[in-house]
T-cell receptor
Framework: KQEVTQIPAALSVPEGENLVLNCSFT??????LQWFRQDPGKGLTSLLL???SQREQTSGRLNASLDKSSGRSTLYIAASQPGDSATYLC??????????WGAGTKLIIKP | SAVISQKPSRDICQRGTSLTIQCQVD?????MFWYRQQPGQSLTLIAT?????????ESGFVIDKFPISRPNLTFSTLTVSNMSPEDSSIYLC??????????FGSGTRLTVV
């Protein structure tokens, strides 16, 4: 059974720092992996989608990597800003439409 | 990528009443998904809605409590029936967007008092 774990559960860093959020999964047979951000009480905004054949994807200050063999994905945020404060969720798609979710990392960027 | 309009964004409801949440997609999609996110928790899939057929419910969710309509390929509603405080959650709809993964609506924050 696929399980997704996100570490750390919470992270607080000063503005300007580069940071890494981690997502691990137990079954390497995935179709793709997607990173989302969620602001309090709101819906989810898709950040990056990595297909199983890809190693990384980049969008602006965000870079997501995927290592299927080790069951890991990382989300790298460069030059963090207070507006990056949110909960970040990773979701694994095992190809049957039933996304498997991590519990999220709550990120606070201090001005 | 697809854009989903979800309404209402939030509501405060009396116990025993029902609330209907609407999602409108700006393109035709085969399947729409409805999720619940309880306070401090991650997302749980309630059901998958296909146009022209009954929704498929996940374990722990029943049609009498969460009836779903899917009248066409761009629209769906989820009703939360006979609400209790335990139904206080964020409810989200989602579609699979080829090439973009999954896209979500802006969420409905429901408080039952």
């Amino acid at each position: 059974k696929q399980e997704v774990t996100q570490i750390p559960a919470a992270l607080s860093v000063p503005e300007g720092e580069n940071l890494v959020l981690n997502c691990s999964f137990t079954d390497s047979a995935i179709y793709n992996l997607q990173w989302f951000r969620q602001d309090p009480g709101k819906g989810l905004t898709s950040l990056l989608l990595i297909q199983s054949s890809q190693r990384e994807q980049t969008s602006g200050r965000l870079n997501a990597s995927l290592d299927k063999s080790s069951g890991r994905s990382t989300l790298y945020i460069a030059a963090s800003q207070p507006g990056d404060s949110a909960t970040y969720l990773c979701a694994v798609n095992p190809s049957n439409y039933q996304l498997i979710w991590g519990a999220g990392t709550k990120l606070i960027i201090k001005p | 990528s697809a854009v989903i309009s979800q309404k209402p964004s939030r509501d405060i409801c009396q116990r025993g009443t029902s609330l209907t949440i609407q999602c409108q997609v700006d393109s035709q999609v085969t399947m729409m998904f409805w999720y619940r996110q309880q306070p401090g928790q991650s997302l749980t899939l309630i059901a998958t809605a296909n146009q022209g057929s009954e929704a498929t419910y996940e374990s722990g969710f029943v049609i009498d409590k969460f009836p779903i309509s899917r009248p066409n390929l761009t629209f769906s509603t989820l009703t939360v029936s006979n609400m209790s405080p335990e139904d206080s959650s964020i409810y989200l709809c989602s579609v699979e967007d080829p090439g973009y993964g999954y896209t979500f609506g802006s969420g409905t924050r429901l408080t039952v008092v």
